[in-house]
């Protein structure tokens, strides 16, 4: 009985497998580089099962998944039980800004799109492919990181070029991490009964991005026509003076490519440390008194302090900040220097409950501040239901 379906989130240096039933999520499998290596998490129920991979295992990724499915019982047969597949798309374009079936058209236009990003788009056609193969006939259904963002007003998505060339084109700001934020929207939703007017969403993982939320709808977001925009990110360099990309490519004879690779990979975190671009390594460095550690966490959360001013502005005020992702989570360190000194936007931290708050749901704001929390994102679970709900009205 097809009662199942399968979710895949294919990111730059993981991936990401679940298997649901219903909302019950059955199965989940987490692949990861880590320095050298590649490594996999299993998680069956309680069971959570570690291994080292090849780097040829971690790339067929997919054929382990539906062994491990079989092999744990999540599925006996997960060619006959699984319904559909979720699959999160993060690609530039109107077209990729909608929930959709995979079709020939689908992957004609990706394709097409794999010049203008090849980093996002070529991993996402070699998992399309393998999804192909192994599980041939069962329907892929493309998740937009995008959608949420559909609805911005131009005054937030317009960049300030040729109307006709931006038209032609389609340069404007599309956003991304949608996912997660319709997520956190769910799940406010859920825990408080009904959603604040005016929300402020910090989703701070590898990729970071802070989105401006009106009655559960985004008006505004950090990132912009691709994912390089706005916060500084593990890698990413964020916002950057244009004309100092002029002089970077002039000065290192950087093509298109090479400098859309050196802003994904080298800059950021990484960059201004020229040490690490994880959270954790910099703290430590930090207190070991490197400062190019703490030039790095410094400006990491000062932009975010940048955007968060600028929503409030945006939204005329605000009843609600969020933290989400592998840093909003679980590092209290950095939602502290986030809010240092945001008391003038009524902002204030309780230091004990935002110490103790780890990858939990949690209000961490004193009695007198504006609303401030801890929300899980569920990624995998939303692509789920986003999947399911196209499923009803498009069978
Ligand atoms: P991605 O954007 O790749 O999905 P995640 O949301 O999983 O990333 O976040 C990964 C980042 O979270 C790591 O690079 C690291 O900087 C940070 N991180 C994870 N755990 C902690 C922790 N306990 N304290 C501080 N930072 C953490």
């Known amino acids: ?11 730059s240096d993981s991936k990401k497998y679940a298997l649901y039933e219903g909302t019950e999520r059955r199965f989940f499998a987490h692949f990861e580089k880590e320095a050298e290596a590649f490594i996999v998490t299993f998680q069956t ?34 060619e006959r039980e699984i319904r559909a597949v979720g699959f999160r798309v993060v690609a530039p374009g109107s077209f990729f800004q909608k929930h959709r079936l995979v079709d020939s058209e689908f992957v004609k236009r990706l394709k097409s799109e794999r010049g203008l990003a090849p980093l996002h788009a070529e991993p996402m056609l070699a998992e399309l492919g393998r999804l192909d193969k192994l599980l041939p006939k069962i329907p892929v259904i493309a998740v937009s990181d995008s959608a949420f963002h559909a609805a911005m007003p131009p005054v937030a ?10 038209e032609k084109f389609e340069i404007r700001r599309f956003g991304y991490h949608g996912i997660s934020f319709s997520s956190v929207v769910r799940k406010v939703k859920a825990t408080l009964g009904t959603m604040p007017s005016r929300v402020i969403m910090c989703h701070l993982g590898n990729g970071a991005s802070v989105t401006a939320v009106k009655d559960g709808q985004s008006v505004d977001t950090s990132m912009g026509f691709t ?14 003076d244009p004309g100092a990309l002029i002089e970077l490519a002039k000065r290192l004879k950087l093509s298109p490519d090479k400098l859309e690779s050196f802003l994904y990979h080298e800059c950021g975190l990484l960059g201004v440390s020229g040490e690490s671009n994880d959270i954790r390594d910099l703290l430590k460095l930090e207190k070991e008194g490197d400062s190019r550690a703490a030039l790095a966490l410094d400006l ?8 968060i001013g600028a929503y409030a502005a945006a939204l005329n005020g605000f009843d609600l900040v969020t933290f989400s992702g592998g840093i909003g989570e679980r590092s209290f360190a950095m939602r502290e220097r986030v809010m240092r000194g945001l008391d003038g936007l009524g902002l204030a931290l309780d230091q004990s409950k935002n110490n103790a708050a780890e990858s939990v749901d949690a209000f961490i704001n004193q009695e ?18 986003i999947a399911a709900t196209f499923l009803k009205v498009q069978p």
């Not at 009985?1 to 990111?11: A, E, Q, W």
């Not at 998505?157 to 931006?166: E, F, L, N, Q």
């Not at 990491?300 to 302090?305: E, G, M, S, V």
């Open 368 to 385: 007198s501040s504006k609303d401030i929390a801890v929300i899980v994102t569920d990624e995998m679970g939303e692509i789920a239901a």
């Open 300 to 307: 990491f959360a000062y932009r975010i302090k940048k955007y």
């Open 227 to 240: 994912p390089l925009e706005g916060l500084v990110m593990g890698t990413r360099s964020g916002d950057i």
């Open 45 to 78: 129920g309680d069971s959570k099962e570690k291994r080292m991979l090849s780097e040829k295992d971690y790339e067929n990724a997919l054929a382990g998944v539906l062994e491990e499915i079989k092999r744990s019982g999540a599925a006996a047969a997960p």
């Open 1 to 11: 009985m097809r009662d199942k379906d399968l979710v895949v989130n294919i990111g």
């Open 157 to 166: 998505s317009v960049y300030a070029i040729p109307h006709a060339i931006a």
